[in-house]
């Protein structure tokens, strides 16, 4: 299967500072990735579409000014987490989408990345 | 809004036991199902992935159907292992081409 990385696996930061996520398709090109947010015992959930050339989606309550989304080229997207707050540690996972036709069949699946865990302190 | 379901919530099985996870979403029109396993700590391992058009998928020891009429699926485990045990999370793909995950089964399988 394609292989998506993300960098960094694990942050540790002071509040107030920023952080940024990276998160890369190796293999693939994505015109579209998504980032999502783990908090413990909990599934994951949709923060942002991000869309290669254009602006992020973000989901309601996720508030767009705090977490910067780039999607600047096809195999790479960031996520900043700006003015960051104990609240905000959480496991942070990108996926992107592999999708397109081979022998005339239609394909698309999601690859995620292993996650990236953010403790404010 | 779509919402995915996972039943039960916690399994816990001695080795070599059969089992079935449950999943069950609210809006049918879906691009695919996907199965997913989650260690304690760690990123999401792609188990298996049925498009709307499929009704099941296999992969060694694991079988999931897919009725997209009823909003149903499910994950079968054949002959469990120790190495099984972790939380197994079922997503589905809507028009959006985003996921939407249900809460997951966490699943021990004990010696």
């Known amino acids: ?32 990735m998504f980032w999502y947010r783990q908090f413990p015992k909990q599934s994951l959930m949709l923060m942002a579409t991000s869309n290669e050339g254009s602006k992020a989606t973000y989901e309601q309550g996720v508030e767009k000014d705090k ?55 | 809004k779509q919402e995915v379901t996972q039943i039960p919530a916690a399994l816990s099985v001695p080795e070599g036991e059969n089992l079935v996870l449950n999943c069950s979403f609210t809006d049918s029109a879906i691009y695919n199902l996907q199965w997913f396993r989650q260690d304690p700590g760690k990123g999401l391992t792609s188990l298996l992935l049925i498009q709307s058009s499929q009704r099941e998928q296999t992969s060694g020891r694991l079988n999931a159907s ?13 002959a469990s292992q120790p ?4 939380t197994y999370l079922c997503a589905v793909e809507d028009s959006g081409y985003a996921l939407n995950f249900g809460k997951g089964t966490s699943l021990l399988v004990t010696p």
Do not use: M, W
């Not at chain 1, 990276?22 to 994505?30: G, I, K, N, P, V």
């Not at chain 1, 960031?78 to 069949?105: K, M, Q, W």
């Open chain 1, 1 to 32: 299967g394609a292989v998506v990385s993300q960098h960094p696996s694990r942050v540790i930061c002071k509040s107030g500072t920023s952080v940024k996520i990276e998160c890369r398709s190796l293999d693939f090109q994505a015109t579209t």
């Open chain 1, 67 to 121: 977490f910067l989304i780039n999607h600047a080229s096809l195999t790479l997207s960031t996520l900043t987490v700006t003015s960051a707050h104990p609240e905000d540690s959480s496991f942070y996972i990108c996926s992107a989408r592999n999708s397109g036709t081979s022998g005339g069949a239609t394909y698309n699946e999601q690859f995620f990345g292993p996650g990236t865990r953010l403790t404010v302190l």
């Open chain 2, 66 to 78: 897919l009725d997209k009429s009823s909003g149903r699926s499910t994950l079968y485990i054949a």
């Open chain 2, 83 to 86: 190495g099984d045990s972790a």
